[in-house]
């Protein structure tokens, strides 16, 4: 008897926090986000610097309980620098880097702080000044941590990993990026 009302307040606990923070912040937000972008590309027969540079951009969602489901937008300006002292016409060219597209994030359940994996698939743009540009769909997952400040506003961290390869010039340019950036969601 004992364990059969010992699990029915664990199982009561439990659904209470998950409706409580699944509860908090329910409805469309807006926010904006900034924080760095390293980007490791990578060519057939080159090898180039890892690049790290400051990215800003816009996010727009729908979170409903534990799910939330939001449109992304951000750009970083990195620089090509390759390794090797070659004659090459791409070394320390300007990439602008551009990221549009859908991510999921499924939240754990905990009562002020809200940490989250996310998953995401979109359109990805470079382009390399006098060089060439092109777009190409690719993915990226991470992880991240929301923290509610009332009902209206949250602080926001987040870690991804994005990947995508272009064609630029005939040459299929990998642009393995990684992002850590923060930011501020309003809810409506």
Known sequence: MRKK??????????????????????GFFLGVQGGWSS???????????????????????VKFMMVAVELNYFQAAHNLEVKELITFDWHNREIDYNYLGLNVRVYIPL????????????????????????????????????????????????GKYHHVEVDIEDNDLKLDNYTLSGGLNIYF
């Open 39 to 61: 980007q490791k590309p990578s060519l057939e027969d080159v090898e180039f610097n890892s690049d790290t540079t400051f990215l800003y951009g816009a996010r727009a969602g």
């Open 111 to 158: 009562v002020l702080v809200h940490p989250y994996l996310t998953a995401g698939y979109g359109n990805y743009s470079a382009n390399i000044k006098d060089i060439g540009k092109d777009k190409n769909r690719g993915i990226n997952v991470g992880v991240g941590l929301e923290l509610h400040l009332g009902d209206k506003f949250s602080l926001m961290a987040e």
């Open 5 to 26: 009302i010992f699990r029915m307040f664990v199982l009561t606990a439990l659904s209470a926090l998950i409706v409580s923070s699944g509860s908090a912040q329910v």
